[in-house]
Nanobody, 115 residues
Framework: VQLVESGGGLVQPGGSLRLSCAAS????????MSWYRQAQGKERELVAG????????NYKDSVKGRFTISRDNAKNTVYLEMNSLKPEDTAVYYC?????????WGQGTQVTVSS
């Protein structure tokens, strides 16, 4: 299993970013996917999740209405569209899949929201 995140960077408050997570080594379309984040000095937290076919999503309350998770099963990729970014969104963002009782993580991509 390999998960590779991309799309992070430095953005001003109110700006937008689109994160991508390219998956390989498993049958992507059979598994739900999740985005987590970890701010410096804090625990990793769930940001958003999406079902295997993409028909069901869930979000952390503080990102509802600003973030959108989606997936393209033909491209084995899950996305996180982030709008109206706030300084408190600053963190390393990770994608995760749970497969056969084990969690697999990508290496993470840094998102910094600052003026």
């Amino acid at each position: 299993v390999q998960l590779v995140e991309s799309g992070g960077g430095l953005v001003q408050p109110g700006g937008s970013l689109r994160l991508s997570c390219a998956a390989s080594g498993f049958t992507f379309s059979r598994y739900a996917m999740s985005w987590y984040r970890q701010a410096q000095g804090k625990e990793r937290e769930l940001v958003a999740g999406i079902s295997s076919a993409g028909g069901s999503t869930n979000y952390k309350d503080s990102v509802k209405g600003r973030f959108t998770i989606s997936r393209d099963n033909a491209k084995n990729t899950v996305y996180l569209e982030m709008n109206s970014l706030k300084p408190e969104d600053t963190a390393v963002y990770y994608c995760k899949v749970r497969r056969s009782g084990s969690d697999y993580w990508g290496q993470g991509t840094q998102v910094t929201v600052s003026s």
